[in-house]
Each structure stands twice: as C-alpha cells, then as structure tokens.
C-alpha cells in the first residue's frame, strides 16, 4: 500500500469519527431537548396521572376500560379507601375467626376436622352480615345519627311563640311524626302563603332530658293530642325553621292549646 493510500485511508477514518461524534451529539441533544420538554409539560399538567389517562385512551377495546379503571381506582378511590382501612381490616379479621372458629368441629381426638355443611351455614351467615349491614347503615344508623346531632344543636335555640294551629295529623306511623299547620292571624289559617306547617316527632335529645327530669319517655303523641280542634289558640316552643328548598321544618317540642 502506497503513502498516498495511507493517508486516504487516515482522512476517512477521521471523517467516520467525526461523524459519528456530531450524531451522539444530536441524539444527547434532542434526548436533552425532549427531558425538558416532557418535564416542562409535567409540570404543566400536574398531577402526572393525567399524561397516563391521555394514553389509555388510545388503547384498543377492553384493554382501555382495564386501564381506566385501573387509573381510577389507584388515583382516586384507593386514597380515600385509606380512611376505612382500620376498619375493614378489623372486618376481615372477624370473617376470617369466625369462618375458623365454626367451620370446624372437634374430633374425639381434640384435632379440628372441616366440615363442609358447618362451612356453608357460617359463608350464609356472613354473606347476609355483609349485605345487610350496609343497608342499616344507611337507611337507619347514619339518618338516626343526623338527626341526633342536628336535633343537639337546634334545642338550643329553642323559642315559644304564641299560634292558632289545626289538627295534628299522624303522616308517618312508623317513626311516629306528626304535622299540623299553624298561623299567626285567624283569619289567614285557610292556607297558602300566611301559614307554616310544623311537625312533631320523637327526638333522643329530648328522651334523655324527659328520663332524667321526669322518669317517662318523650311522646310526641301527647303533644299532637292538645289539638283536637279544626283550629286551636295555642302557646308553643319550639325550634328549627321552614325551608321549602331544603326540605326542613320547624319542631314543636310543648304545646298549650285552647279549642277556637
């Protein structure tokens, strides 16, 4: 190989790593330029679930209800699931003994031996808890526990007014409440924008104060029979106001009636 070849083969050795110094360099580059980018649009887009949701969407069919749901659970339900977790752990732990304690029955021999038919009556049992539980929760325990609270805080604004009401009429027997329309003025009691209905009804607060003062249960009935009359001349206390929108209504708790 002659001088001149050498030195060719030189000057295109060079060029080669020449080349391929400029192309790491525009890859490190455009690498650098797309971090910034994408943490520039992060930081846009805070929280970074948001870039994740965007593809998920473009999943096929199944695969993206899958990952929504996925998204979903993890990026909002699962947070909130942290304040029950005390508690659900502890349910877990009562399904668990309790599947164990009688599932199982007691050889002569003090060894516990499964028994399937033990085993399908406490998944039945537990089963029904599971469900019904709930269902109390919300159609009893939590509204009974507002309007505890709310009746606590209303007692004291308690305030007597003197009214002509009519008959108290029994709208709900099951919870025993009462409602009667009362006025200020006699000759405005034949309805509309002149009278306000109020309502009577049991009320824990009260029963606790009635039990400790006077040894006896408060009855809403017995308040609801002072208005035997069309309309009677009544001095009530009561507490609470009318709000159509809210659904509210204000409570009378004593009444003193005259028959017009």
């Known amino acids: 190989m002659s001088e001149k070849d050498d030195k060719s083969l030189e000057a295109a050795l060079a060029a080669l790593k020449k080349s391929r110094r400029s192309t790491k360099a525009d890859i490190s580059g455009d690498a650098k330029t797309s971090g910034s980018q994408s943490s520039s ?55 668990g003994w309790s599947y164990e304690k009688f599932a199982h029955t007691k050889a002569p021999d003090e060894t516990r031996v499964f028994s399937r038919q ?15 539980t709930p269902v109390m929760l919300v159609r009893d325990f939590i509204p009974a526990l507002s309007r505890t609270i709310y009746d606590a805080g209303m007692l004291a604004t308690m305030r007597e007014d003197h009214l002509f009401l009519g008959r108290a009429e029994l709208i709900n027997p099951d919870r025993e409440i009462f409602q009667v329309m009362g006025c200020r003025d006699i000759r405005g009691c034949d309805g509309g924008d002149n009278t306000t209905y109020y309502r009577l ?17 408060y009855d809403p ?40």
């Open 118 to 132: 033990r085993a399908a009556m406490v998944t039945v049992v537990l089963a029904i808890i599971t469900v019904f």
């Open 201 to 217: 009804r049991d009320n824990v607060i009260l029963d606790i104060k009635y039990w400790t003062t006077r040894f006896e249960p």
């Open 221 to 260: 009935a017995e308040i609801a029979g002072a208005m035997v009359s069309e309309l009677n001349d009544c001095k009530i206390t009561y507490y609470g106001r009318r709000s159509k929108a809210l659904g509210w209504f204000p409570y009378i708790v004593s009444a003193s009636c005259t028959p017009v």
């Open 41 to 95: 649009a992060n930081d846009r887009s805070n929280p970074a679930w948001a870039d994740q949701a965007a593809r998920m969407l473009r999943l096929p069919g199944f695969g993206k209800i899958v990952a929504i749901a996925d998204l979903v659970w993890n990026g909002w339900a699962k947070p909130f699931t942290r304040f029950l977790s005390p508690i659900t752990r502890r349910v877990w732990r009562f399904y």
